[in-house]
């Protein structure tokens, strides 16, 4: 392999790996098969495994993760591609009341073990309808699990974790970092679902993020740095199961808590894990909690609209700046 | 079908209409709580297809669906068990009338969501194929669910991969309270639309028991031989109104009447005279369904209301329901 692996290569890299070991492992979307993807994510895939195991769908989202229900019950390991994350809201009666519900609603006879995957986020001038952060319509949803990695070595882990899930899990692919690189994990590389990384250390401020929003903070923290700020940066990875355990020992490092989400404020998940710590963190800060998220505005289709909504290296730096000076 | 045969679905149906009679008389009562979307009339669908189907296949029903489940073999205990929030319950009180599921016996569930489970034995049908087996899922829906998207959708791509699926429509004339011609474009709200996804979409008497049993085998033979989905409208009739909440008033008497004359029980009960099988052999198979659900009554009122602790298991595979590491 080489030395280097891009986001987009992760993707079809920790699908393809998975289904070399596991024979009940089968795809299907919207243009995956010999297309590779309208983001080429399953590139190789229909080549290697053939048309058995990487079915093309007509555009029919109901159809899609509804199938993919039906066959996870019956013994397969489907993973479905919802070309955008916005379209997840064709096929919401599949992930609000279906998949996250049967297990329950039949006393645990049914076990629905599939992965949704999708192509989440904005950052690339494709507008209102195609450029939603959109991980917080799921995280409403009891019984489902929620991945949402920022680098290509923990596409490849939690792609692992989350075909070999028992359970549903929505796998967020961010549009933004499909071209970006990393280090090719090593054979059989696997990241639990709900292990946090600190992927910087600091003492001063903890800076939480998610996905797109990681590199936005990490680089907010090389600039803090300059300024004699030291913050530690927490990539949550998943929203179900959330590492609280690892956002409150950081903590009780820093005393201090930024949140940075590219989706609205209103009821963005930054909420759901301040009011955590809110409740039994509240004796580890020495100041107030900050939310950075996007602005309850529909996505602008111009990048210097765009700006003014999501979060920006800019506004991560103010708010650490303000808390660090608390 | 043989006589023998016959009066074995017979008495399925009694046992089915029996249990029907119950729930409605236990949520006069008091004793099932929520709702019920009862079947009574509708029973012929759910035996006859059951007895063409193989024990393997894959079934998915709606709201409206104890026939389904007691036909798949959900005794009538569990059944009445679950409606009165038992721990004994088929779905150990966390699904309720609507929900009733066995997946033991390949009866993958019954959804309250309008034609939401058409996709979902596309899906089995297409893992049946991918492992080789010969299953066959069939769903079974109402009138109503075929102006719901899912529907077409579910026709369509099951259509494009050749799977090994039935669309069974139990047409009641009835969308909930609204005459289902009075909203949908073709007089076949079901078997008309076959046509525009290039399969088969017959119409058969939904409430003779054999003509079902004879429709179910003949498509699914064809469907396991790798000749692809099929629609089979059966009309049939409600006894009762769409739930508990509905007297049905909208319905004129005449037709109601007609119906009624055109009871599955009685069409089956007809047959059997006729082949010769003693009325008094036909009266002890009522009798005999009146003593096995009265016993499921008494043995669900005595058993135990479930454990508070179960509203936080079964949510994920480990049985718990956490949210947080």
């Known amino acids: 392999m080489a030395d280097v692996i891009t986001y987009r290569e992760a993707v079809a890299e920790g699908i393809a790996r998975e289904m070399r070991r596991d024979a009940s492992v089968v795809c299907l979307g919207e243009d995956i098969g010999a297309a590779g993807g309208v983001f080429k994510t399953t590139a190789g895939l229909h080549e290697e495994f053939g048309p058995e195991r990487v079915w093309d769908t007509p555009i029919s989202e109901q159809a899609i993760v509804g199938a993919a229900m039906g066959a996870a019950m019956t013994g397969m390991r489907p993973v479905a591609e919802i070309m955008f994350s916005d379209f997840l809201a064709c096929c919401w009666d599949y992930l609000a009341n279906e998949i996250p519900k049967v297990r329950y609603m039949t006393g645990g006879q049914v076990t629905v073990p599939l992965v949704v995957r999708t192509a989440n986020g904005g950052g690339l001038g494709f507008g209102a309808q195609h450029s939603q952060a959109t991980e917080n319509w799921a995280l409403t949803v009891p019984g489902l699990k929620i991945a949402a990695p920022s680098t290509p070595a923990d596409v490849v882990g939690m792609m692992a974790a989350a075909i070999r899930s028992d359970d549903p899990v929505v796998f967020f692919e961010h549009k933004g970092l499909l071209a970006s690189k990393g280090a090719p994990p090593p054979p059989d590389h696997v990241v639990a679902l709900g292990r946090a990384a600190v992927v910087r250390e600091g003492a001063d401020v903890t800076l939480v993020a998610l996905a797109s929003m990681v590199p936005v903070a990490l680089t907010a923290a090389e600039r803090l740095a300059e300024e004699g700020i030291g913050t530690e940066v927490v990539d949550l990875r998943s929203l179900v199961p959330l590492d609280t355990a690892t956002v409150l020992a950081s903590l009780g490092r820093t005393s201090r808590l930024v949140v940075v989400e590219e989706n609205p404020y209103q009821g963005g998940w930054g909420a759901t894990l301040v009011s955590v710590v809110a409740d039994e963190g509240f004796g580890l800060l020495d100041a107030p909690v900050r939310r950075v998220a996007g602005e309850c505005v529909p996505l602008p289709f111009a990048d210097a609209l765009e700006e003014q909504v999501i979060p920006t290296v800019d506004k991560v730096v103010a708010a650490v700046r303000s808390l660090a000076a608390y | ?325």
């Not at chain 2, 966390?94 to 016996?105: D, Y």
């Not at chain 2, 669900?300 to 602790?309: F, L």
């Not at chain 2, 079964?314 to 329901?321: F, R, S």
């Open chain 2, 1 to 325: 079908m043989d006589t023998a045969e016959l009066l074995a679905l017979y008495e399925q149906m009694a046992l089915i209409r029996r249990t029907e009679k119950a729930a409605h008389d236990l949520f006069l009562q008091g004793l099932v709580k929520g709702t019920t979307h009862l079947a009574a009339g509708h029973e012929a669908i759910a035996v006859g297809a059951g007895a063409a189907l193989r024990d393997d296949d894959y079934v998915f029903a709606t709201y409206r669906g104890h026939h389904h489940a007691l036909a798949r073999g959900a005794t009538p205990e569990e059944c009445l068990a679950e409606l009165m929030q038992r721990a004994t319950g088929l779905c150990r009180a966390k699904g309720g009338s609507m929900h009733l599921t066995k997946a033991a016996v390949n009866m993958l569930g019954s959804y309250a969501i309008v034609g939401a489970h058409l996709p979902m034995a596309v899906g089995a049908a297409w893992s049946a194929r991918l492992r080789g087996t010969g299953q066959l899922a069939v769903a079974f829906f109402g009138d109503g669910a075929t102006n719901i998207g899912a529907f077409h959708e579910a026709l369509n791509l099951a259509a494009v991969w050749k799977l090994p699926v039935l669309f069974v429509c139990e047409n009641n004339l009835y969308m909930e309270y609204t005459p289902i011609a009075d909203v949908t474009a073709v007089p076949r709200p079901a078997a008309d639309r076959a046509s525009a996804y290039g399969i088969p979409g017959e119409a058969v008497d939904g409430n003779d028991v054999v003509l079902v049993q004879e429709a179910v085998a003949r498509l699914a033979r064809r469907a396991r031989a790798g000749d692809g989905p099929a629609v089979l409208e059966a009309e049939t009739y409600r006894h009762f109104g769409h739930s508990r909440t509905d007297p049905a008033a909208y319905r004129p008497a005449e037709e109601v009447e007609r119906w009624l004359k055109h009871d599955p029980l009685d069409l089956a009960r007809g047959r059997l005279v006729e082949a010769g099988v003693p009325e008094e052999r036909l009266t002890e198979a009522d009798e005999r369904a009146r003593d096995v659900v009265q016993q499921a009554v008494d043995a669900a009122k005595n058993a135990p209301a479930p454990d508070p602790r179960e509203a936080f298991t079964d949510v994920w595979a480990d049985g718990g329901a956490a949210w947080r590491t």
